[in-house]
């Protein structure tokens, strides 16, 4: 306890106060914290968008939006929720919660760290920004296919330099936590010792590292394209926006386990802490990671089976992405018996945990079923896609971030979220999530397309269901910032273990974490 | 605190490296292009610029498709069409038809013609030997010029196929002027 009581008196801030504390920060929980509510922004942001879309296909017709509107809301509610909110969420918990579980004191470039964060807000500007320029935002998709891409207005313009800047700033937080893992560890902390968020972050970093440069390349393509002369897409010169799907999706699959991996991480913490056990199969769980991130990058193509790819290409990418599915399966059945015979409690992430398990793997297994080229090609931009994505993004990496948050909460603020608040988010969550995204499952096996402001009257009531649906999601996720300010302002303070079965170097340092921590490195036993 | 430099060098390395890995992949997004290039070129997929070779030179007269043909052009001041709207032919056997195409501004313009067909799977059966769109096609100014088209149906064509449509439309090559300017008209419209 000696070497805690001096780091606690020295608590307070050095340096510059008010705002330009925050702006000069190169303290990873500072910037952590700012990565944090960056990204909590954009989640309203893009549910604001997104709820408008549900208003308007509440009855078929034309009520709220114009077309063209619409196709902007639903191309940035895209691009704002997983360029905007999920990926920066995680880089902020790698951010708060890397260094206190390595035992690290800071990230290895602090300074480096401070320009990563900086960059977003600048990006997010432009992005949103693009809305209010002639011609209004991007209205391509979140894919930004070629040749829409090609001819859109300038609004098109500042979102590829958003997506440039987003991708500076990813690939700066990839590297800082590569090295910082690599290098920083306390002593005894071997890799195979590493806790499985840390695990499951440096190899999401790598994938990093390997494809937001080459989402990078294919906008910059895309830009040539629309002002230098090139034709890299465009059929006119002899070039193929087929190809921009190759290289966008060579980007995109590795994208979204970008997405899901550090979710991955962050559920392997939190249920050993209530099945109070350690995490079966550790190992494997490590292999699994890996072995999802290297097949990640070899089954792009199945995001476009119809385009008329040969049937071995089909074949071979149907079954590289079935290939995928098993070390998913490993995980999932990891966390089952992880809980198997524990002595299991439901405290609000614990919650969130389970429930992540339950409904990420039905978004699982209709990836599945999207992956059968045959069947694909009837659901290929339906509806049923749309609920495939959503399972996992939002009922994975979204469901796992807020288990992330309010088990690490304590930590961050010394007081324990409120049980009752907490309970009611989730269990208001998980039901009007799936009263949004289920009826989306049969709208797309009966055929609605994706993306369209107006429909055939047959879809009429599941669309009713989905926007009643959205709109209690929508506003249950206000319930999230009642608990983060009440925990932040007060509540039951949080032992240096807040958890009664949390293990790890993060629970021996007091609650809340105080500004500096680990100056001198911890042995990990 | 005792050995703070090694391990700062340490991580300056790793970070160099990790920094010339991220630049690397850039390029390897561009490299993607060739790559692909030729994977098209090697499997046959995607070859609309060159000549088609036939095999099988037996004609079937038991058939007879009904081959429509269609012209576009994309923001392009052309005038272009095809001088017979829909021929009758056996499959295997030789035809030829003509396109005219009419420069309508008062300077030189390249297009390119890009064909596509309806069904989309008639096209592997659809052979064409001879064709404007294997290359650029330069105008001069208010120049007007007739193209033909020879191609061949593959006798193998799936039998429920009666009727295809060959459809070109032509896009301007590399110039960015036209794309520009209706643009331009759009946002002016626009405001
Ligand atoms: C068992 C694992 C998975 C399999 C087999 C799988 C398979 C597929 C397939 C085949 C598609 C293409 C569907 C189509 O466009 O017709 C697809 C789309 C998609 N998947 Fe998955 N997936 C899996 C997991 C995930 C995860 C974990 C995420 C993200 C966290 C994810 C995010 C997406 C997204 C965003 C799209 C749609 C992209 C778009 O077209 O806009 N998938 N998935
Ligand atoms: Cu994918």
New interface residues.
Partial sequence: MAAVMPDHLHDAHHGPTGLMRWITTTNHKDIGTMYLIFSFIMFLSGGVMALTIRAELFQPGLQVVQPEFFNQLTTMHGLVMVFGAIMPAFVGFANWQIPLMIGASDMAFARMNNWSFWLLPVAAVLLIGSFFVPGGATAAGWTLYAPLSVQMGMGMDMAIFAIHIMGVSSIMGAINIVVTILNMRAPGMTMMKMPLFCWTWLITAYLLIAVMPVLAGAVTMVLTDRHFGTSFFSAAGGGDPVMYQHIFWFFGHPEVYIMILPAFGIVSQIIPTFARKPLFGYASMVYATSSIAILSFSVWAHHMFTTGMPAVGQLFFMYATMLIAVPTGVKVFNWIATMWRGSLTFETPMLWAVGFIFVFTMGGFTGLICAIAPIDIQVQDTYYVVAHFHYVLVAGSLFALFAGAYYWLPKWTGHMPDERIGKLHFWCSIVFFNITFFPMHFLGLAGMPRRIPDYALQFADFNMMASIGAFGFGLSQLIFLVAVVKCVRGGEKAAARSWEGAEGLEWTVPSPAPHHTFEEAPVFK | ?SHPTP?AA??RR??VR??I???V??????L??PF?EKI?EV?G??NL?KPDTVANTQVDITRTITVQFDANT?DLPWRFRPLQTHVKVHPGELVTVVYEVSNTRNEPVT??A?PSYGP?LAGQFFRKLECFCFSKQTLAAGEKRTMPVAFVVDPALPADVTTITLSYTF??????RI?DDA?GR??GA??
Wanted: proline letters at 0%; a neutral charge.
């Fill in positions: 605190m391990v340490e991580n790793l970070l990790l920094g890995a991220a630049v992949m850039f390029g390897f997004g561009f993607l292009v692909y098209c499997t997929i995607n610029l994309h297009g390119q890009v989309q896009f301007e090559v590399a110039g960015r794309a643009a759009r946002a626009a405001s």
